[in-house]
C-alpha cells in the first residue's frame, strides 16, 4: 500500500487562510449557528453544517467573481461554519436545563460556557489529530463526504445550485408559517370509543421532513416506534387504567396525560439507554483511550511538511492550562465555594479530556451522528452530580438548589467539550484528504468556536424572550401575548433538568422513570437473547421518540420513509427489479440520489430555521408589530386547506429530489414505482419480524 497523497500535494501551497474566507466563514458560522439552535431547541436534533457550508461556500466565492478561489479556501470556511454548529448543540442541550430547574439562564453565563467548553474540546483534538486521523487512519464518514463535495466543487460540479433552491423554499415556508402564520402549524385528532382514547399529530415543518431524510428511514423508523409506544400503548393503558383528565378538548387532554406522566418512561429509558451505549462501545473507548494516552501529549517535535504541521504542542498544552485556570475562576464565582471550584477544575481536566478522545475516537468508527453524545452527557452529569454532592453536600452543607445549579455549570462545560470534539475530528480528516495545512485548520476551528460561542447565547436569549424555552419555564412564565403556544420545546434540556432535579430529591415522577429503566433493560435483555438473529433495536433513539411529542416523530418519520422510497426506485429503475442485492451501478444513482437530498434538506432546514430566528428577533423589538400582525385580512387557513398548503411544498420538495431519478418506462411511473418499493417494504417487514 503506497504512501498517502492529499488532493492538493504538501509540495504546494495554495490561498488558504485568506481575509475572504474568514470574512465568509465568520458569516456562514454566525447563520448556520443561529439556525441550529432554533433546530435543537425545536426538535431536540441538530444536523451537521459542514456540507451546506461548502456547498455555499463555492457558490457565493464564484458569485463575488473570485477567480482565484482554491479548495483549501472553501475548506477554512466549512471548518468554521461547522465548529459554530457543534458548539451550538452542547450548548442548548445543557444551559436552558437551567429555566426547567426555576434558575434564570443569563447570556454572559451561557458565554463563559461555551468558550470554554469549546476551546477546551477543539485543544484537546488538536493533541489527538496525528495518532487518530494519521497513524489509526481512522474513517471519519462526514469527513470524507465533506472532501468529495468539495472536490466535485473543484472540478465544477452541477448540483451545487440545489442548496439556493432549498434555502429558499424553506425561507419561503417557514416566513408564511411562522411569520405571517397563514397556516396552523400542526394538525391534532383524537377520538373515544368504548373508554379508549385515540391520538394522532403531524408537524407542518419542512425542517423535520428534512432531518427525517438525513438521519434516514432506520433511525426515523426507531424514534416513530418510540412515539407509538408511548402514545398508542402506553398512554391509554394508564387513562384507563388511573383514568383520563377531565377535558373538553379530547387532544389537549391525552397529551397532557402523556406529559405529565408517559414522557418520564422516555427520560428513564434514555439515562439507561445511555449508559449502555458506553459500556456496549467500552471496547472501542478503551482502545481510543489508549491510543490517546500512548501518543504523548508531550511531543515536540515539529514537522518540516505543510500538511502535518499542528499548532506547536507546547502552546496548546499553555492554552490547556490557561483554559483550566478561566474554568476554575469561573466555577469559583459561580458556586461562591474556593473548595468546590478546585474539585471542579480538576474534575474537568480528567472528564474533558477523557470524552475528547471518547468522542473524537467514536466518531472515526461510526461517525458524528452515531456518536453517543446524549449518552456522554448523562454520564457526565452522573459523575458531577456525585461529586458535587460529597463536596458540596457532605463536606460543605450547600443548599439542594445550589448543589443543582453547581452540578449543572459544571457538568455544562464537559458537554459543550465532548459535543464539539467528535465534529472537529470530522473536519480535520477532511482538511487531511484534501491537503489543507493543520494549523491554519486548527486556528479557523477556535474562530469558529469564538463565533458560535458568541452567536448561540444571543440566539437563546432572543429566542427565550420571544417564544419561551421548554413548557416547564413557560407555564411558569407564560408569554404574556401568546402563552405558551409558540413555546420551543428543548426536549433534551428537559430531559436534563428532569435528571438534575431527580438526583437532588426534587419532584420527579419516579414511578414513570422505573418503567422506563424497565422497558430499555427488557429491550437490552431481547438483544442479548436474540443475539445476531434479532433486531439491533437502538434504544436511545427509541427513548427519544418517547419523550418527543408525537407530531415531531411522525414529521421525521414522513421523512424517512421519503428518503427509503427514493433510494429504493433508483435501485428499481437501475435493476428493473427489488429482488437481491442492488447492483453497484443501482447503489451509485441511489446514493446520488440521497447526496442531493441531504443538500436541499440542509437547505431547508437552514433556510426554515433562520426564519424563525428572524422573526423572534423581530417580535423583541420594540414599537415593530409581530409579522402575523402585518396584514391583518390574512388571517389563518382552516385545518384542510393548512394540509393542503403543507403537502404543496412536501411535493416540491419531493419533485426537487426525485428530478435525477433514472427515468421511468411509464406515464406516471412514479406511482407504480412507489406501490412496488411499498409492497417489498411489506413483505421485507413481514420476513424480518416473523418466527423461524
Known amino acids: 500500500m503506497g504512501e498517502f497523497e492529499p488532493y492538493i500535494p504538501a509540495s504546494v501551497t495554495l490561498p488558504e487562510l485568506t481575509k475572504r474566507a474568514l470574512i465568509l466563514g465568520i458569516v456562514l458560522g454566525a447563520l448556520m449557528t443561529a439556525a441550529n439552535t432554533y433546530l435543537g431547541l425545536y426538535i431536540g436534533m441538530t444536523v451537521s453544517a459542514s456540507i451546506p457550508a461548502a456547498v455555499m461556500s463555492m457558490l457565493l466565492l464564484r458569485m463575488l467573481r473570485f477567480k482565484d478561489v482554491s479548495i483549501l479556501e472553501n475548506n477554512i470556511v466549512q471548518t468554521m461554519t461547522s465548529a459554530g454548529e457543534s458548539l451550538a448543540a452542547g450548548v442548548i442541550f445543557t444551559m436552558p436545563a437551567l429555566l426547567v430547574m426555576g434558575r434564570e439562564m443569563d447570556t454572559l453565563t451561557t458565554f463563559i460556557v461555551a468558550i470554554l467548553g469549546g476551546i477546551l ?27 468529495e463535495v468539495l472536490v466535485a466543487g473543484e472540478k465544477g ?7 439556493l433552491y432549498a434555502l429558499g423554499l424553506g425561507a419561503l415556508y417557514g416566513w408564511m408559517v411562522k411569520g405571517f402564520e397563514l397556516t396552523q402549524a400542526k394538525i391534532e385528532v383524537a377520538g373515544e370509543v368504548i373508554g379508549m382514547r385515540i391520538y394522532s399529530s403531524l408537524d407542518y415543518s419542512l425542517s423535520l421532513i428534512a432531518v427525517g431524510w438525513i438521519v434516514g428511514l432506520n433511525i426515523a423508523s426507531y424514534i416513530f416506534f418510540g412515539a407509538v409506544l408511548g402514545v398508542f400503548i402506553l398512554t391509554p393503558i394508564y387513562g384507563l387504567t388511573y383514568g383520563w383528565p377531565v377535558d373538553a378538548d379530547l387532544a389537549h387532554g391525552f397529551k397532557t396525560l402523556w406529559a405529565t406522566h408517559i414522557r418520564f418512561v422516555g427520560v428513564g429509558c434514555m439515562v439507561v439507554g445511555g449508559l449502555w451505549t458506553l459500556i456496549d462501545m467500552r471496547r472501542t473507548i478503551s482502545s481510543g483511550l489508549k491510543k490517546a494516552i500512548s501518543s504523548g501529549m508531550g511531543e515536540t ?36 465555594s474556593l473548595v468546590l471550584a478546585i474539585v471542579g477544575a480538576l474534575f474537568l481536566s480528567v472528564t474533558a479530556f477523557f470524552f475528547s478522545a471518547v468522542a473524537g475516537y467514536i466518531a472515526g468508527v461510526v461517525g458524528s451522528s452515531n456518536s453517543p453524545v446524549s449518552g456522554m452527557t448523562i454520564a457526565t452529569l452522573m459523575a458531577t452530580s456525585l461529586v458535587v454532592w460529597f463536596v458540596g453536600g457532605v463536606l460543605l452543607n450547600m443548599e439542594q438548589e445550589d448543589l443543582m445549579y453547581a452540578t449543572l455549570i459544571i457538568a455544562s462545560v464537559v458537554a459543550v467539550n465532548a459535543a464539539i470534539a467528535g465534529d472537529v475530528m470530522q473536519d480535520l480528516k477532511t482538511g487531511h484528504l484534501v491537503g489543507a495545512t493543520p494549523w491554519k485548520q486548527q486556528t479557523a476551528e477556535l474562530i469558529g468556536v469564538i463565533i458560535g460561542a458568541i452567536v448561540a447565547p444571543l440566539t437563546l436569549t432572543v429566542l427565550n424572550e420571544a417564544f419561551r424555552i421548554t413548557p416547564t419555564y413557560c407555564a411558569v412564565n407564560p408569554h404574556p401575548e401568546w402563552g405558551c403556544s409558540k413555546v420551543l420545546e428543548a426536549p433534551q434540556a428537559e430531559i436534563i433538568g428532569t435528571l438534575i432535579e431527580g438526583m437532588f430529591g426534587g419532584s420527579v415522577n419516579y414511578p414513570m422513570l422505573g418503567l422506563g429503566v424497565a422497558v430499555a433493560a427488557i429491550i437490552i435483555g431481547a438483544r442479548w437473547y436474540l443475539g445476531s438473529n434479532g433486531p439491533k433495536l437502538p434504544i436511545m433513539s427509541i427513548a427519544i421518540g418517547m419523550y418527543l411529542p408525537f407530531y415531531l416523530s411522525a414529521t421525521i418519520f414522513l421523512g424517512g420513509v421519503l428518503n427509503h422510497f427514493v433510494s429504493r426506485t433508483a435501485h428499481l429503475r437501475v435493476d428493473g427489479t427489488l429482488s437481491g442485492k442492488p447492483s453497484e451501478k443501482a447503489i451509485k444513482s441511489s446514493k446520488e440520489l440521497v447526496s442531493r437530498g441531504t443538500l436541499l434538506s440542509a437547505g431547508l432546514i437552514a433556510g426554515e430555521a433562520l426564519m424563525g430566528v428572524l422573526i423572534a428577533v423581530i417580535i423583541i423589538i420594540p414599537f415593530i408589530s409581530p409579522p402575523n400582525n402585518w396584514i391583518p385580512f390574512l388571517g389563518t387557513l382552516g385545518p384542510f386547506f393548512s394540509l393542503i398548503f403543507f403537502l404543496w411544498f412536501f411535493g416540491v420538495f419531493t419533485w426537487l429530489v426525485t428530478r435525477s431519478l433514472p427515468p421511468g418506462k411509464r406515464p406516471f411511473s412514479l406511482m407504480f414505482d412507489w406501490a412496488q418499493v411499498a409492497f417489498d417494504g411489506g413483505r421485507r417487514l413481514i420476513e424480518k419480524i416473523k418466527p423461524n
Open 301 to 336: 517535535e515539529i514537522s518540516t511538511i505543510r500538511t502535518e504541521m499542528d499548532i506547536p504542542m507546547n502552546r496548546a498544552i499553555i492554552a490547556l492550562g490557561v483554559i483550566a485556570f478561566l474554568t476554575f475562576l469561573f466555577y469559583w464565582w459561580k458556586t461562591n
Open 121 to 147: 474540546g477543539t485543544i484537546f483534538t488538536i493533541t489527538l489529530r496525528r495518532v487518530f486521523i494519521i497513524e489509526e487512519a481512522l474513517l471519519y464518514p462526514e469527513g470524507i463526504a465533506c472532501e
Open 157 to 163: 460540479g452541477s448540483q451545487l445550485v440545489v442548496i
